[in-house]
């Protein structure tokens, strides 16, 4: 607990949600220490914590879990494990699925605060849900660490894959639309700012650090340093392959009795095994290098600190400093480069040597200098302020707090149904629309040259309950789908539309959370999550269906490849047809919605999914989308999206860079071991899981035998 805090009395305890990806202690990832240390400051400091691991497609084993629990327990940490929805399908596979089970964990629970990481774009769904006032969401605090876009542009990779494009998405509207988002660094803000990030509000607040050996003695200093500690991660941004050419030039004039530690877990840096290259590159070097696998940061330090090395932190871009930080919380000596959070991270009164640019020249000479004559620093506290600022994240500004926006009127709404010989399925559609808990609507149902006699003779009976409701019939020659909503849209008298196809159904509430999706987001167009079913008949337990389609509503890059803006069964407003035209009307056409929405998303309307189940989806083989042929349906997609805006095409140029490059010039550096004999020893290991137990064997033989 910190100096003057005061756990809140039990009746005033919050009860606070902090969401992670990961929590193994071998985790080499940016977020994988820093959400489990909030949960135990705030749990030192008298809230109720739950930490909420969601695992997605790494779940951890039976053991794994109890160990964790009780180790989080001890610290009054309540452990849950997210690795499933009832609504979705079992895997949560993709950052979709990981972010909606958050939002289904989230509805079933009644926290006050949920802190969530940017990366992944988990809160994405709830905080959607928020916009478009379809669940009322706890208060989102999200922490924002290293974006996925930050992350391929310090590691020098392009963006490879639609997940990876998608999740880029979700991050940016995540930091955006947080009721606060605290970035780990001014560095980090002014990435995004200079990316077009809507974040000019966000706070910048270093990640929460446990407090470091703030009553054990500092390590003697002795005259001459005759250890170096590197404290680089497995990826290029860490500096590695600069750390390496920095030794490369202290070999030449190296103090004699050298030794070089280095820490796991390893990692691939462009194909090679990182461990691997660090024995590679020592082969030339006169000193001795030590290969320590599987260490966190804590376990750093304490080498450190009984060692009496000096570290180095050889960055080539940083977006928390937390290496820095925490050396100069311990009073540990260190080198390190002045790449991006680094600088904010150094104190100038803790003593220690200045930093120097990512450079090998300038990271070899103050290493050379700090050896020589190593600094005697100071130990600076940054975990008491630190963690104090913390704390005071959970209070959030009146102003922020959602408030329900229900529309005053209430709209009219014209359903628009196209019909065309399907009676069976049609009474279902008519039945789930009189079943409405919104009173001011109109069905508008539009039959596209039915000619069968049960069809035509069905609509003969609806016809007089239509005429007393002030509901419309039309019935048309045979002009295919589009030209039947079109007729629809023309005969509809409400501002707002949603069409629903006449082999789906409503839910009861579906228009009701239409219109006040709507009205809360302001959007332009309103489609929303389905579930799926296959029979004839509608099923009656909503359990019985799963969701399956997860549109995000953007970005247009992706609308290339996949319709990820949502299914025909939304609301419009009636200006957007005026603004863009209408559906499009060529016969045998099966992605009319996918086309339309592609057309308002570049026109710059405003579309937004609902991220709640509306409506039933009947599956079937013989429908459009199964039966039409797939490249003519994409090719007026290609029309609309032919003027995409160039940083979405930029995206996308990336995306096939990424696929089409040979892997051996990727990986250029495995690569190059395939030409030396010598080398080949280093080939097999990159081919290993690098934390893996085969790897480890084979690099302590690799190490054994240079």
Sequence with gaps: ????????????????????????????????????????????????????????????????????????????VKLEVLDRSDQLLPSLATPESRSAALLHYLERCSYDLVYAPLEGGLPYFTLL????????????????????????????????????????????????????????????????????????????????????????????????????????????????????????????????????????????????????????????WPFRLKLLPRATLEERLDYLARSGALAVVPSLAASTGEAVG??????????????????????????QPPLVEPDAAQLAAAMLAALEKPPRPRRIDMTGPGRKAWLDTRPLPAARKRIRKRPQPAPLVSVVMAHRNRPLYLKQAIEAVEAQTYGNLELVLVDDGSDLEEARQLLDTLEPGFGKRGWRILRRPHKHLGAARNAGVRAARGELVLFVDDDNALFPEAVEHFVRGMAASGADICTAFQLLFYEDFVPEDRADGLIQYLPLGGPDALGLIHNVYGDANAMVRRSVFSQIGFWLEDPGYAMHDWEFFARASLAGLKLRPIPKPLYWYRSKPDGMFRTSNWYDNRLPVLEALRTLRSDDTRLLHQMAIAQNTARSEVNSARENLKYKPADRKYLALSDLEPNGEAAIETLAGIAASV
């Design 1 to 76: 607990m910190t100096a003057g805090s005061k756990p809140k009395p039990e009746g005033g305890r919050r009860r606070i949600c902090v969401v992670t990806p990961a929590i193994r202690r071998d985790a080499d990832k940016d977020d994988a220490s820093a959400p489990g240390e909030l949960a135990r400051l705030f749990a030192e400091n008298g809230d109720d914590v739950t930490l909420l691991w969601v695992a997605g497609r790494d779940v951890p084993s039976t053991d794994e879990v109890a160990a964790r629990r009780a180790e989080f327990g001890a610290a009054s």
């Design 129 to 284: 849900a928020a916009e478009t006032d379809a669940f009322a969401t706890p208060p989102i605090v999200l922490l924002a660490r290293a974006p996925q876009e930050w992350a391929h542009e310090a590691d020098k990779t392009f963006m490879g894959s639609t997940e990876a494009i998608a999740t880029a998405y979700m991050e940016k509207y995540c930091a955006e639309m947080a009721d606060r988002t605290v970035c780990a660094s001014a560095a980090l803000r002014q990435w995004m700012l200079s990316r077009g990030w809507k974040v000019r509000k966000a706070t910048v607040l270093p990640p929460p650090l446990r407090a470091v050996r703030t009553e054990a003695p500092q390590p003697p200093i002795a005259s001459k340093a005759r250890e170096l500690a590197a404290l680089a991660g497995s990826r290029f941004r860490d500096g590695l392959t600069l750390l390496c050419d920095a030794l490369d030039i202290l070999a030449q004039s190296a103090p004699e009795g050298l030794t070089l530690t280095a820490f796991g877990p390893f990692g691939k840096i462009m194909g090679e095994h990182s461990g691997g290259l660090l024995l590679r590159r020592a082969e030339r």
């Design 326 to 351: 925490a050396c100069t919380a311990a009073g540990l000596p260190f080198v390190a480069t002045n790449a991006g959070a680094n600088a904010e991270a150094w104190k100038a009164e803790a003593g």
